[in-house]
DNA sequence: GATGAATGAGGGTTCATTCAT
DNA sequence: TATGAATGAACCCTCATTCAT
């Protein structure tokens, strides 16, 4: 039990350290020893929680994004109306960038490039997060709170990407601004339109 | 001066080259010498017109970004409304996209995991992008065609963000749906919002 | 003495399963955690019998070079003519390996390679069985049974290296033959020759 | 001509080199590095000539069986009777181990641990050697020279390794006593037999 | 300028061995 | 005694870069 508990610990910390080294220098110039110091624990070590350096990607990205999809899924549940359900999405998402920025960092970055060398295994995660958006979307045209003259699926994609730009540039940028307020901006022109 | 097209030339091929490679395998999965070889170059050849596979990202950032602004720069000064020059600006890029995927795919995926070791280098080229779309909202806020409910710089963002994902999911679908039309769609949700 | 016992009993186990592994893999491509789970201990048991992977190749020569020697040596005793004892000697050599051809094939390619590390171990006794051999031959020379023109020590190496080959060689090959059989051959022509 | 010419004789010197490196210190413990320095080039350029170090092993197993195969052929082609060609064989040999004493600790030795994971390689060119000796004696037994009360085969591997245990005792031992002498007298005692 | 053989630093990974439990 | 998680030194191989031709 106690050995469980220290083996979960230890495999939590060897993903915690990768995130931060990740982060700071990118995948392919992170190296495995970095992220075996800044864990605490000996080069080999990594090795009997991950196959690969490869792996530890894949677990992180799993764990995170499992965690990320559960958080904002219960999150809009929480309330009735689709514009609250967008609200709560995007309000959620930036709580989350603003709470763990490098792995933010990570999340965002490296995904892309992964698609290169694991995207049969990044994509679904990648589907299952995009759906929550489409769902509420499509729930939404459904009882008229939102216009039909649109494909659910293309804006979903657009609001990911907004949100992921903007999640990107606040994570790289020096100066925190308020990243709750540019959500609801974005939001409101996702709802609104920019024309006067 | 023929000496100097040839120059010119074999420089614009090892550039094609590594757009080709870049594209297909990824920066850090690229090897120098199948860049040379796609390019048709003895691998020491790449090192007189570049002095490294960093600089190789680098001029293909700086030639196609500039390649891309300027066209998008051009095609908005075609018309002078600014929800014209917004629709232009999407077009151009919908264009671009369609015409050069693996470009496409090289400038979005690698201007990311670029942040970590050229960002400085990087990021003045995308503040130019960024102002091109910041530069229309503000004027057209100016005139009253646009609302002043919202940071042009945010929804520049979020434009850009959204235009983004949408070309890399067009570069990496096999099935190639009419990217136009999508970014025609995605251009009527930020001008009216998607409430009904 | 139940203690002593079981000790023993494990450090045998231990044994056997090296045999195992190093036959299957050699000694170099075997993993002490192998042998570990093939001796149904954990791998630091291993250390607690042995100080290192090399002094189990070593203990196993020892113990069963032994028991090789011994054996042979009271089987050439229980006869009197010097070609009666080089019959036994073949016979039994036969006999060990047919029982055993996974502790031949381990006897036969490990002690060559081992000769890298541990030749001052292995030499001596090689050295002795050797001797069994040589003083076969010696002796059958004192009593005119064998000629004298030629030297024992020279015979008994000749002799080994067509038994070690033949053991070999029939360990490694799938079809198995009768090798007691092809070691009356061998014999016969030692003791006689080829030549018509 | 003389590009290929300095790239051949690159090739030879890390063969030579492994030679050495491999007879000291055995294939496995052998560093890639050390087979480097001693043919003086760098640790990369071993992997422009041969795509891993086992392919070194393979290269060096196949050039020098060869030239061995080789030349005991041409050497027994030069006399007619078997006897005759056996002792050709026995003094070939022989004066082969006498030129190269490290190749052939190379060959002997890692030949047997070789099996584990390159047998379908060597036995080939092992197949082949052993072809040589097989052949005389069934051309001799043909035209009455040798009898016929045994088998070609096992008597050809019982000298195959009676030479190779000799071999490999003179290349180990510290005093080069008369390799020749003993040859002939092994061959003796196989055309003769021992008994008196 | 062009070549491509040569370089050698560097890193992911393995595995014999240890030691706290 | 027994365990097996943890260690970390060591090594094969890669590949960006150089330079003699």
Redesign the pocket.
């Known amino acids: 039990m106690a050995q469980k508990a220290?083996?979960r610990d230890?495999r939590e910390r060897i993903l915690a350290a990768a995130v931060k080294v990740f982060a700071a220098k990118g995948f392919y110039c992170a190296?495995?020893?970095e992220v075996a110091r800044e864990a605490g624990?000996?080069?080999?070590?990594i090795?009997?929680y991950f196959s690969?350096?490869?792996e530890i990607l894949r677990g992180l990205f799993e764990e995170n994004m499992r965690r990320l999809i559960d958080g904002l899924t219960s999150e809009i549940a929480k309330v009735s109306s689709y514009t609250d359900k967008m609200t709560r999405l995007v309000d959620s998402y930036c709580e989350f960038v603003h709470k763990e920025p490098q792995l933010t960092e990570v999340l965002t970055v490296e995904l892309r490039e992964s698609g290169k060398f694991m995207n049969e295994f990044a994509a679904p995660l990648f589907g299952e997060y995009l759906r929550v958006i489409v769902d509420i979307l499509v729930a939404g045209q459904k009882t008229g709170e939102f216009g039909t003259n649109y494909s659910a699926r293309t804006v979903a994609r657009a609001i990911f990407g907004a949100l992921d730009e903007l999640a990107l540039s606040w994570v790289m940028s020096k100066s925190k601004w308020d990243l709750r307020a540019s959500g609801r901006e974005l939001l409101g022109v996702f709802l609104h339109g920019i024309c006067s």
């Open positions: 220290r083996t230890k190296r495995v020893s624990v000996a080069d080999g070590t090795y009997l690969s350096k490869e």
